[in-house]
């Protein structure tokens, strides 16, 4: 397999998709042209960023056309064959094929794909969950089907135990997610939640601990899964723990769902055959459109169908019908090679990044991201992050384990190669990549050190350096034009 390829046949727009989008945004520049224009640079944005924020990618020409059309006028509450709404014969099509492809590309026995993000899966697993081991024991104490049966008093107390439940999810500095019970999220108000981490001193999680923590706290949920862990989780392992206590497993695999429909992550690193219970994004690495799924154990998919309307409204057809698109995408084998391209260039630019004396949290990485501890360099994330914007090159800051600058100013850099390789850059471009990251960060300075707060965002970038990285990213990417065919202006 060659580790690169000339241009992006993912992204590649044939004429006739190529007229369809000239068309469509003709269509709205009769009715609102600052829109039309908006659609066009951010077409226009996206092809001259160096994207490496490790949760975004660039959907296909038939995910995006499909959705936009009329099923987005359709109401569809209910599930495929029973609905609370007529007509809804087509939809019923869609989700069913969506959540065929699911199934098939996961091999898990349930899936439901009305989730319209990967906050809403996580809060219809929750529910599911408890609605399995909270609410159906006590509606069978009570002797009634529905809530609406219960009296005053057994309602009031099942709102109490629903309240009183334990979540143990992976704190949010070693990369776990605000969705795994933080307390500004709804998950932390809902739960009475602990973290597991990493250690210390290597960055891995430690699974020892986290069994001790399990062991004294009891969880009735525990989450694995993570935004910004560069390495593998064993969900053998944590399946083991939780069984050993008596917790329900749920990964939500929202970043790394597509190593998983391209297996890479296979065996004790596959969640589904592990988990009772899986999230999903559908727009990071499995590059679809917009939107969550839920994969589950057959006696979960009852709760888990309530999703709507228990946590979510009506659910977005138009993307489902994407979602189908998307996901028939990645049961080709192509996608297999992409998801291998995605690791290896992760691969290729950690270790461009160590031999340039950058320091890694865990000192690499074994999925799509990783994670780059900039505080040797003297700098906040932020910092760092707002001068590699500077020069063209697209991150995000985020917190490394135990940062000492919080969550906002952070100490580390996320990037994540997804994007670029659909685009269709490969290991030697990610050298490249990393000698611009560390020509930016050498040639940044904090500016006032020690001065109060706003000191932390505050820096000095060589100007020279600058324009000599933001020309050398440009050049990098004219040799792999994204959406070549599509011509807007
Ligand atoms: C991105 C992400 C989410 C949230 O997805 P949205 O579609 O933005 O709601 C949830 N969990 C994890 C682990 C994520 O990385």
């Known amino acids: 397999m060659p580790s690169a390829v000339p241009s992006s046949p993912h992204t590649a727009v044939v004429p006739a998709a190529a007229t369809a989008f000239r068309s469509a945004i003709d269509v709205v520049r009769d009715v609102e042209p600052r829109v039309a224009d908006a659609i066009g640079a951010e077409v226009e944005d996206q092809r001259a960023s160096l994207k490496l924020i490790a949760s975004e990618n660039y959907a296909s020409p038939a995910v995006l056309l499909t959705m936009g059309n009329w099923f987005s006028d359709k109401y569809a509450e209910g599930t495929v064959g029973r609905r609370f709404y007529a007509g809804c014969r087509n939809v019923d099509t869609v989700e069913a094929l969506a959540a065929e492809h699911a199934r098939e590309l996961f091999g898990a026995e349930h899936a439901y794909v009305q989730p319209h993000s990967g906050i809403d899966a996580n809060l219809v697993a929750y529910w599911a969950i408890l609605s399995q081991r909270v609410e159906g024991p006590a509606l069978r104490r009570a002797g009634v089907r529905n809530v609406n049966d219960l009296t005053d008093g057994d309602w009031a107390e099942l709102r109490r135990e629903l309240g009183d439940q334990r979540l143990l999810g992976m704190s949010l500095d070693a990369g776990g997610h605000l969705t795994h019970g933080f307390r500004p999220n709804l998950s932390g108000k809902m739960f009475d939640q602990r973290s597991y981490g990493t250690d210390p001193g290597t960055g891995l999680l430690d699974y020892d601990a986290l069994r001790a923590t399990a062991r004294e706290f009891r969880p009735l949920v525990l989450v694995a899964g993570y935004s910004a862990y560069p390495r593998l989780v064993n969900f053998r ?3 083991e723990i939780a069984d050993e206590v008596g917790a329900t497993l749920m990964v939500d695999m929202a970043h790394f769902a597509g190593l998983v429909a391209g297996k890479v992550l296979t065996g004790d690193f596959d969640p589904v055959p592990h988990a009772q219970i899986v999230t999903s994004t559908t727009h990071k690495s499995l590059r679809g459109p917009r939107g969550g799924l839920v994969l589950c154990d057959a006696e979960l998919a009852e709760h888990v169908d309530r999703g709507c309307p228990m946590v979510l409204g009506g659910p977005l057809p138009h993307v489902m019908a994407a979602k189908a698109v998307a996901l028939a995408e990645a049961r080709r084998p192509e996608f297999r090679d992409y998801a291998q391209r995605v690791v290896d260039n992760a691969r290729a630019l950690a270790e461009g990044l160590l031999r ?47 940062d ?55 820096y000095v970038l060589d100007p020279q350096a600058r324009d000599a990285v933001a020309k050398r990213a440009a050049d990098l990417l004219t040799d792999f034009p994204l959406y070549p065919g599509l011509d807007l202006v």
């Open 237 to 239: 392992l944590m399946r």
């Open 356 to 402: 340039r004396g950058v320091r890694l949290v865990t000192g690499g990485t074994d999925n799509h991201l990783v994670l780059l501890d900039v505080s040797g360099s003297g700098l906040t994330g932020r910092q760092a992050e707002a001068a590699l914007l500077d020069s063209g090159v697209v991150t995000n800051r985020n917190a490394v384990p135990q």
């Open 404 to 458: 000492p600058n919080g969550a906002w100013y952070t100490s580390g850099v996320r990037i994540g190669t997804p994007a670029l390789t659909t685009r269709g850059l490969g290991p030697a471009e990610m050298d490249e990549i990393a000698d611009l990251i560390t020509t930016v960060l050498a040639a940044t300075a904090p500016t006032d050190p020690g001065t109060g707060r706003e000191s932390r965002a505050r």
